[in-house]
């Protein structure tokens, strides 16, 4: 049997260093649980463009689309302000998604107990929240065509175009009902149907698939505006949250912020299945670069880290070591493990990226 692949993209600023913690993961997983994995390393961002003058070669490219997974770290930095637009770091990034055609981008919005009063919410609103946005990735307001600014007598006008085909809501919902089904078995699709003929049609081809292919799901709808405020007002009622691009942006990052620390926050963006019946997958943190603490030794490396516990369950097929690393996540936490951006008022002295990295990997010896 062929060993799984994953090709690591480590990037720029604070991402090679999360990464290096994530590979330790790695090596843990291969040394006590005998899972080996072919890893790659390669380029991109302004790595890339320092190297090879684009932020993502076409050999890359191409091991991006051999692979079962790609884990990124982050790329960009005030280095790379002034490239022209086609040739920045986030172009890589951009390419990636695209080629790989990753329409479907799941943010979950998991509260960790020894976290819940670092959010801005009450603890008994936030404790225990798990939650997942599953938002459109690849079609919607912000590729629609017609778009641009155009001149129209004595006014400009800005125009963009919300459009959405029945297979690209369909696919998108498949893959929430799919996750439900590992989940709470319950979806809640949010659109502005009452305002919008794409909410419409998004309305009802997810109430098709739902009643064709997914009985067991319990499926709802809420008016997107609606459901911004009932995440705010009482979260945990939701288990799985499908949207398009535009209000999964928004929604997934109202979500998100639920629970504190950008530096907590994993992502997967998942495509078609793959002839292993697996989807194509990139996984990566939802913060940047963060050159403000970059080479400090600083950075967080939980939100990579628990990307890559992802990785483990939507691209390996492993729930149970994906969850056995969450939980080391959890533990150490529990245990007072804190880098910078987890120290509240109470102070004490903050862990290093590293240390982080120690702490996460004692708990993950600790559960054997
Ligand atoms: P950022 O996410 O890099 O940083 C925002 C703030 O959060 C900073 O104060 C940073 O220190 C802090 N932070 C972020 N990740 C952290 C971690 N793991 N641990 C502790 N603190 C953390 O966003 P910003 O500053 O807007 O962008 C910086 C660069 O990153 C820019 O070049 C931007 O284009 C790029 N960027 C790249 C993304 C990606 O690769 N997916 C996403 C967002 C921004
Ligand atoms: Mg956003």
Redesign the pocket.
């Known amino acids: 049997m062929k060993n799984p692949s994953l090709l690591i993209l480590a990037?720029d600023?604070?991402g090679p260093e999360?990464m290096a913690e994530v590979r330790r993961i790695i090596d843990w997983y291969g040394a006590n649980r005998a899972m080996a994995f072919d890893v790659f390393e390669d380029l991109v961002g302004g790595a890339a463009y320092d190297a090879h003058g684009t932020p993502l070669t076409d050999d890359t490219m191409a091991k991006a689309q051999s692979v079962d997974a790609v884990l990124l770290g982050?790329?960009?930095?005030p280095k790379y302000d002034d490239l022209d637009f086609s040739i920045k770091p986030?172009r890589g990034?951009l390419r990636l998604r695209k080629e790989m055609d990753l329409f479907s981008n799941l943010r979950p919005a998991q509260c960790f107990d020894a976290l819940a009063d670092f959010s801005s919410l009450k603890r008994d609103i936030v404790a225990g929240l798990d939650i997942m946005i599953v938002r459109e990735l690849t079609s919607g307001v912000y590729f629609g065509e017609p778009r641009g600014i155009f001149q129209e007598g004595n006014e400009r006008v800005g125009i963009n175009t919300q459009r959405y085909t029945t297979s690209e809501i369909i696919r998108v919902a498949r893959s929430a009902f799919e996750l439900a089904r590992r989940r709470d078995s319950r979806v809640c699709s949010m659109e502005k149907a009452n305002v919008m003929e794409s909410g419409v049609l998004w309305r009802e081809e997810v109430q098709k698939l739902r009643d064709a292919e997914y009985p067991d799901i319990e499926l709802t709808h809420m008016y997107a505006d609606a459901g911004a405020m009932q995440l705010c007002r009482w979260p945990k009622q939701f288990d799985v949250i499908v949207t398009d691009n535009l209000f999964g942006d928004i929604l997934s990052d109202t979500a998100a912020m639920l629970t504190g620390s950008?530096?907590m926050l994993p992502s997967a963006s998942l495509g078609a299945p793959m002839a292993s019946g697996m989807p194509k997958a990139l996984y990566?943190?939802v913060?940047?670069?963060?050159?403000?603490?970059a080479g400090q030794g600083?950075?967080?490396p939980i939100?990579c880290i628990l990307s890559f516990a992802m990785a483990l369950r939507y691209s390996f097929d492993q729930g149970e070591e994906a969850d056995r690393l969450e939980q080391a996540v959890e533990r150490a936490l529990g245990n007072g493990a804190r880098?910078p951006?987890l120290m509240g008022e109470e102070g004490g002295t903050p862990l290093t990226t590293s240390g982080m990295g120690d702490a996460i990997l004692a708990e993950l010896t600790a559960s054997l």
């Open positions: 990037g600023g604070i999360v982050a790329v960009g930095g986030e990034l950008l530096g990566e943190p913060h940047g670069s963060a050159p403000d603490i600083k950075a967080n939100a880098t951006d």
